[in-house]
């Protein structure tokens, strides 16, 4: 057991709902972080870096952040910015297959864990009327590379190889071995 609360640096629901399946007691908290990636940073870079920045600027004793981006060859696809960007992402993962990168960081005190996890994706051939049905559903705004693989877009997704949750937004196994690498205990709520 742990004295002090756990702090999900995230404004994500999603994010929020994968944490509590790992039964630990926690509070919320949006981050304010830019994640905006940097000229000619790695993807890999990108989700460790924007993932610690989330856990540094968010306080308490022990916060835990992640951060997921869609990767297309050497693109970093995030959040679309509007329609035409979100219709771009998925005409652009039609018939592909992308990898999906989570990075898990915990700060606890003055220490820090990390995890990156990948994920390999490979999406059903979409046509513009599929697309635009899509588009029309709440799913694609808040959403790296356009698309919710717990939502609507499971039906685009051909195959998967890795953690499923780390798609949604959270590897459960990963970030349970961080939490346990903290001394924090999953499993741990009081019923």
């Not at 959040?79 to 606890?108: F, I, N």
């Not at 808040?142 to 590897?171: C, M, T």
């Amino acid at each position: 057991m742990f004295s002090e609360p756990l702090v999900l640096a995230s404004g994500s629901p999603r994010r929020r709902e994968l944490l509590a399946l790992l039964e630990l007691p926690f509070s919320v908290q949006a981050p304010a972080v830019d994640e905006t990636p940097l000229a000619g940073e790695a993807p890999e870079a990108y989700v460790a870096r924007t993932a610690l920045d989330k856990a540094r600027v968010v306080p308490g004793d022990a916060v835990l952040a992640a951060d997921t981006a869609v990767i297309l060859g050497a693109a970093i696809l995030g959040k679309p910015r509007d329609r035409a960007d979100a219709r771009s992402m998925l005409e652009r993962l039609s018939g592909r297959t992308h990898r999906v990168l989570t990075a898990v960081a915990l700060r606890r005190g003055e220490r820090e864990w990390q995890r990156t996890v990948e994920t390999t994706v490979t999406f059903d051939t979409l046509d513009e009327a599929r697309i635009a049905v899509y588009l029309d559903t709440d799913e694609p705004w808040d959403k790296a590379g356009a698309y919710a693989i717990q939502g609507r877009a499971g039906a685009f997704v051909r195959s998967l190889a890795g953690s499923y949750s780390n798609v949604v937004g959270l590897p459960l196994v990963e970030t349970r071995e961080l939490l346990l690498a903290a001394g924090l205990q999953p499993g741990a709520r009081t019923r």
